[in-house]
């Protein structure tokens, strides 16, 4: 047993991170019905430098991807053919976020993902061999290993030399990671862990070199023994290190998926990545990061799978017209394009708050990926419906990409997981300030001053909206939207708040409208930020029609839904629709049977 007081943590300084205690978000600020517009504004755009510097990794990514990559191919096979990875690595693109000192590119976020986005539209599988590798694989290493650790490992991982996979899930813990029953055990001599386990859906698992793995050690607290979830570095060859066989899936069918048997493995305590108890938090700021990966490859992904319907909708005629001439494909093509326009600025904004540092992104990345990866899932499907027949054939990429699009809502946290963490943690400060007024009230007389300084701060609230000082005149109107939708739902989580007290912790119906409605609130704003850079740099509204009109058709229908969750905290249907699921989880059927089933 480890004494949890003799942390003889290896972890050096941490660079950035997300630490939301002191640092400020602009979601959870939402839910206080405040604006952080410093936070959005100006819009992050890439410097000359960081232009260029993509500008020369896409141009060598195309050709490198024209003569090697065959996505449908990849599919068909469920592999990559020799020299497809060794190209990756090739190009140098293992180690893009690496630091220069480490022998990785130094790429900052915003330059990062746009390339994560390339490759994910280019092939989603290959796409997940680089994002496990580098989003979260090697990332907990950059974070919080040690000097020595950064000296061993990442030069390597930079180069392709060595590639690295992230090992949190288990057969009994998946969304509930905490509940993992992987165990190190410090050896007598404290030297080393004995590390046992199973883990299962671990990407790169066929190909890893190296693994972040988290495990439990138990230690003492206070003459008790606990269980503490602590991260450490694995070599995937050790001893005692053995894989399952290749998971067969419904999309990304290329990337190696596998369960990694651990069997009392061998790991120095060099190898301890953070101190003994940092595990969950390790692992949580690696996923924090990891998911703006995702988000922009969904995007890209979306705009890719629709240039294909674009193409066919010009072409294809019925009705002796273009079936691109009618209005209901017409629509499916125009939403599409205006929330693509959504999600990359979503996550461009995103992107500047993590390469900006000292800001809480933790939220604003989940939205980005809930938001893209149900983008992106949307319009492989709108395009398939496009292209008719031919979508549901296998000579054509439309069923691929919905195949392969699928996996983003499940992978770097549920997409329900990320609401509940969006709404969980934007109650929080609320939360606290309705819980002193509880108090307060409990003991009014001596709580005068509490309660009235909370009244005259709420009705200050109710009739003071935020204002939007930064969007472009011409945008008024939209950002007065997104305003009344902060307003909204700041009154809206406070009177839930006084209605069900800590209840609310469990009320999951109410907790997914808040989370859709901070969805779309973070995500107008961003739209509002990058389309008044879009008039200034254009030099005039005129100039920037096409961007405005994304704005203009986005925002207000944002602004609906947000409306329609907010509303929905006070009226609905709740108790209705979970009895209908009680009932249905109970008797094993789906509601009431069909008539001619009775
Ligand atoms: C192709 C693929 C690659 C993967 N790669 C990796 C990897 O490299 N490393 C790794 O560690 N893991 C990896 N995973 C695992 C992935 O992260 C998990 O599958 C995911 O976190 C969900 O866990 P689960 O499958 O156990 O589902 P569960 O947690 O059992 O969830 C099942 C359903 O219940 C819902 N649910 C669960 N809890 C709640 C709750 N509290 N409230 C509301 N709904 C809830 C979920 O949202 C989901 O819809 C991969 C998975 C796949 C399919």
Known sequence: MTSVDSHDSHGSAQPHIAAPDINPSFTKSVFLGEIREELVFPFPALSADESETLRAILDAFHAYAKER????????????????????????????????????????????????????????????????????????????????????????????EVVAGFCLTEPGSGSDAQAMKTHAVLSDDGTHYLLSGTKIWISNAGYADVFTVFAKVTVDAGGKAKDRVTAFIVDAHAAGVTLGKREEKMGIKASDTRAVFFDKVHVPVEDRLGAVGQGFHIALEVLNSGRL????????????????????????????????????????????????????????????????????????????????????????????????????????????????????????GTNEIMRALIALSGLQQPGERAKALGAAFKDPLRSIGAIGNYLAGRARRQIKKPEFKNVHPALEREADLVATAVHDLALGVEDALIRHGKGIIEMQFLQERMANAAIDIFVATAVLSRTTW?????????????????????????????????????????????????????????????????
Not at 93 to 114: D, H, Q, T
Not at 137 to 159: D, H, N
Not at 534 to 554: H, L, M, S
């Open 293 to 412: 990966g995702l988000a922009t490859a969904s995007a890209f992904g979306a705009r890719r799978i629709m240039r294909e319907a674009l193409a066919y909708a010009k072409q294809r005629e019925q009705f002796g017209r273009s079936i691109g001439s009618f209005e209901m494909i017409q629509r499916k093509l125009a939403t599409n394009a205006v929330e693509c326009y959504a999600a990359d600025s979503a996550a461009l904004v995103a992107a500047g708050m993590v390469d900006r540092g000292g800001i809480d992104y933790s939220l604003e990345t989940a939205v980005c990926k809930v938001f893209a990866s149900e983008l992106a899932f949307r319009a492989s499907n709108d395009a398939l419906q496009i292209a008719g027949g031919i979508g549901y054939s296998k000579e054509f990429p439309y069923e691929q990409a919905v195949r392969d699009s699928r996996i983003n809502l499940i992978f770097e």
């Open 69 to 160: 990559i065959d996505s449908a191919k990849f599919d068909h096979e469920g592999q990559f053919p020799p020299g497809v990875r060794e190209g990756l690595h090739e190009l140098g693109v293992m180690g893009l976020s690496i630091p220069e000192a480490y022998g990785g590119f130094g790429a900052s976020a915003k330059v990062y993902n746009r390339v994560f986005g390339e490759i994910g539209a280019t092939d989603p599988a290959l796409c997940v061999y680089f994002g496990a590798h580098q989003s979260i694989g090697c990332k907990g290493i950059m974070l919080f290993g040690s000097e020595e650790q950064k000296q061993k490992y990442l030069p390597r991982c930079a180069t392709g």
């Open 534 to 598: 879009e008039i200034e740099r254009a030099g005039g509204v005129e100039a920037a029609t096409a961007q405005v009109d994304c704005a203009r058709v986005f925002v207000p229908m944002a602004y609906r839904r947000a409306r329609r969750n907010i509303r929905g905290l006070r009226r609905n249907q709740d108790a209705r629709v979970q009895a209908i699921a009680v009932a249905s989880l109970e008797s094993g059927e789906l509601g009431p049977k069909a008539p001619q089933d009775e």
